[in-house]
């Protein structure tokens, strides 16, 4: 019997002091959430990330899903500074939107993103666009992203 206890107490004491892994998630931290002029729904990411392409090396593809796979993508510079900037035909600053992975909507160059915050680590900010979708031709349909936040980890 005393063995059977003193095996029961080492592996309580085994399970008890584990590894405390509170703080770990990297997906705690951030987060995407605008409003949408699509039947005026509110977009909240359930998962961010900030890509880097071969092809692209000097930008961040920021991009947020929602629950209903809804994206916002940003594409925001590395070497991005604090304050406002325009959307471009230059492709440094941009938005899209993509309905359910299904429609894709392009910003206009109507629209700005504004970094308030970037490290090394994160970058934060705020953005709205109207964009258009091009397959919609003839009807020129567009949506506005308004009231725009998001922050999201960087690894390079």
Not at 12 to 34: H, I, R, W, Y
Not at 91 to 115: P, R, S
Request: glycine residues 6%; charged residues 20%; negative net charge.
């Amino acid at each position: 019997m005393k063995k059977t206890m003193l095996i029961f107490c080492l592996c309580v004491l085994l399970f008890a002091c584990g590894k405390d892994n509170e703080g770990t998630n990297p997906q705690a931290s951030v987060e995407m959430k605008a409003t949408v002029s699509m039947n005026n729904f509110s977009f909240d990411a359930t998962q961010v990330v900030a890509i880097e392409f071969q092809e692209y090396p000097t930008l961040w593809f920021v991009t947020g899903t929602d629950a209903d796979q809804n994206s916002l993508q940003l594409t925001i510079p590395k070497n991005a500074t604090l304050g406002e900037h325009a959307f471009s035909n230059a492709d440094e600053y941009a938005g899209q939107f993509f309905k359910n992975g299904d429609e894709t909507y392009t910003d206009t160059n109507e629209g700005n993103i504004t970094i308030t915050e970037k490290t090394a680590n994160t970058i934060k900010g705020t953005f709205s666009f109207t964009a258009l979708s091009p397959f919609q031709i003839l009807m020129e349909e567009t949506i506005t992203v308004s009231n725009g936040s998001f922050r999201v980890n960087l690894e390079d």
